[in-house]
């Protein structure tokens, strides 16, 4: 009887071997699966298991494979790395912890492991958990400890907004290194972000110096300079770099952006203008385009999703009362959070990533995702958000979360907080999306590298919000850029008065606040106000003919 299975196992084995050098993958697997747990060699089925997987693009699948495989052979140290790194690329953060921990107990004293945990614990947004990774690498003295250093400084910065730990870490990285140019401009980052103007320029003409070729020290450079402080000399050399034949597209890109800033601070706009269109150009190469019909059908699901019907007897989650400020990027969001955060009683907590890391993680699939959830799959969520707003900001009276695309997710934040309010900013349609055009903003947002994209973006935003103020109309308050500039003090009372605040003349002067603005904006809100922004869409009129076209048939012009 066994000879007669053993023999039946291995012609199953070689059909499965056929079909998969046939091409037919999935029969293959199908095949394969079936011999789990036979005499068929076991490592062997695994092994083709993993590698047809791979082929689909099953990751998970591939990586729970491997780790079968690893417990059937003598030293699975480099298949245990191998399934935590597959993991990590499919977003299964759990299941890649349980592949690093196995490894650390096979190879202890393996730094490289306890490095590569750590960055697969940042991206699963468990900051402090990464950190312990990282400081385990060092001990173990892991070769090039200065990037294991930049590691930690950015997790500070970035995510847990301890600036001051950042900077001991970017210290540390350059006492080992001195020239590591990726801890340089983290630091004159940092230096930008913490308003110390002449500290960053000297880093980056550090990195200019012991790199010169580096675009991004250059372009950095150039977007510190004023209109007065651009010389013909530096201006040379980011164009001539910009038009480098075979240039990486994103340092061609970055430079290009430059230019444009320091073209349009001279005043030459059409010169600008054609530096932009390069610099959307090239990057538009970088990230897949923009998908309108996509995008139009994503908006219609959300609108379609949290209806008035579904906010009918909806069980209460949480009474917290959080506030956001949310619209298009670069219609003043910024600067409305600086205003706020002159206020004695308010604390600004910039650009909070939760949402957005909610619903690429426990609610892909978005808004679908959301229709099949109980009040016992909702509290947790609401419950991570508080908390994450307790640890890193402590009591600190009223935290604005200034996402500006969490616009998005108005009804979700609702779900969650019925108690929720709402800063929307707004400015001139042309002004918004022309803003949206000069600036190099992420490779997920397709939709800023093309005029008319961000006209279409921009309509469906409008239409979006629109719907949000007929479902919460006493919770959402509208901040119009244009209008704040010219009447600061009157806007400025409504905006407290909406969020419970008494007036303090202090908000007045958000200029002179010397605290951290980690967005793209952190120059501008460290100048009093100025209305030069307003209508800036005139120097360009000659390019936006489409454009105003197009807003104006959606009745937005």
Known sequence: MANTSGHSARDRFARAVQFARAGDRQKAI???????????????????????????????????????????????????????????????????????????????????????????????GRFEDALKAYDQALALNIDGPEEVWLNKAVIYSDHLRQDDRAEQCLQSALKINPTYVPALLNYANLHEERSNRDAAAELYRRVADIAPGNAIALARLLNL?????????LLANATTLAKVKNAAPREASS??????????????????????????????????PYDRNESDAFFAA?????????????????DAQPTFICGMFRSGSTLIEQVIAAHPDATPGGELEYFVSLVSRDLASFPASITDKTAADLTPMADAYISLLENRFG???????????????????????????????????????????FLELADSMAYARDLLDIGHYYVQQHRL??????LF???????????????????TKALLEFLGLPWHEGCMEFHKLRNTVKTVSYWQVREPLYTRSSGRHKHYDEHLTPLRDYLAKASLL
């Open 30 to 124: 199908e095949l394969f699966e079936g011999l789990i747990g036979t005499d068929a060699p076991q490592v062997q089925v695994l092994s083709a298991l993993i590698r047809l997987n791979l082929d689909e693009g099953h990751l998970v699948a591939a990586a729970d494979y491997m780790m079968n495989v690893a417990t059937r052979v003598p030293e699975p140290a480099q298949i245990l790395a191998d399934a935590a790194d597959i993991y990590g690329r499919a977003d299964a953060f759990d299941k890649a912890d349980v592949a690093f921990e196995k490894l650390h107990k096979e190879l202890p004293g393996y730094a490289t492991g306890y490095f590569n945990h750590g960055f697969l614990l940042r991206n699963a």
């Open 225 to 233: 300079s004023t209109a007065t402080e651009i010389n013909d000399g």
């Open 255 to 288: 430079l290009n952006f430059a230019l444009g800033k320091a073209h349009d601070a001279r005043g030459h706009y059409n010169k600008a203008f054609k530096c932009y269109q390069t610099a959307n150009r090239t990057a538009s190469s970088i990230a897949p």
């Open 302 to 318: 959300i609108r379609d999703t949290f209806s008035t019907h579904w906010f009918k007897n909806l069980p209460v989650i949480s």
């Open 395 to 437: 009591n600190s009276g009223l935290i604005t979360d200034k996402r500006p695309d969490n616009f998005l997710y108005i009804g979700l934040i609702k779900t969650l907080f019925p108690n929720a309010r709402f800063i929307h900013t707004t400015r001139h349609p042309l002004d918004n999306c022309l803003s949206v055009y």
């Open 465 to 470: 919000m629109a719907h949000w103020k007929a």
């Open 473 to 491: 109309p006493d919770d959402i308050f509208e901040m119009h850029y244009d209008t704040f500039v010219e009447t600061p003090r009157d806007q």
